[in-house]
């Protein structure tokens, strides 16, 4: 999809705190290595996460924020074992109906149109 679209996409949509707390916990995935989305639809969703940076959250701090930063530029084995930890605890602060109601939204508002069908469960 692209960075200008996904930003374009996020600009047209309001997206809650619930939901900006939904994009960090799908990045901690991608970047722990449990994320089970294609890769297109990996990409699509680190773009999301870029394009709601500074949106406040309802559970995630800026740290979490930094770690992923930090995480993204080069993970050490002992950064990777502090993101395992932050992913473990963004799956318990999120129910589970919250996560897939925030995946059925950005689907059927279109944030994957477009792109090749691939078998997902993040």
Known sequence: MGAAPVAAWVAVHSLTASDVDCATAVMLKILDGKCKMGGVEKAVMAELYDALEGRPGQRFDDSFHALIASARRQAD???KNVI??????????ISRPVMKA??????????FAGL???EETA
Request: glycine content about 4%; charged content about 35%; hydrophobic content about 50%.
């Open 84 to 93: 395992y930890e932050k992913r473990v605890l963004a799956e318990t602060a």
């Open 116 to 118: 090749p069908a691939e």
């Open 77 to 79: 084995e002992a950064l």
């Open 102 to 111: 925030f995946k059925a939204m950005i689907r059927a508002e279109g944030l």
